[in-house]
């Protein structure tokens, strides 16, 4: 719908052309494949996320191996300084 004064279509005065049935389609399309991209993102940010779990534990364990408690301190031991 053209504007009265202007003689133009308003879509043309901010973007400097006129939309076509095509180029509808074809952002049906790209935000399809944004759709599909963010899911295989948010699966792989899931993967990392247990991956990155299970090698915290396998490191845990190993460090717990190497490291002994700390001993039980009473009254009257003798400890250096």
Do not use: C
Not at 44 to 67: M, S, W
Request: charged fraction near 35%; hydrophobic fraction near 35%.
């Amino acid at each position: 719908m053209e504007n009265e004064k202007t003689k133009i279509i308003l879509f043309f005065a901010n973007y400097r052309y006129n939309p076509t049935i095509n180029e509808l389609q074809i952002k049906e399309s790209i935000a399809l494949a944004a759709e599909e991209s963010t899911k295989r993102l948010r699966s792989l940010h899931e993967q990392l996320k247990k991956d990155a779990e299970f090698v915290n534990l396998i490191i845990g364990r190993y460090y717990d191996k190497r490291h002994e408690d700390i001993p039980l301190w009473k009254e009257g031991d003798k400890v250096y300084l």
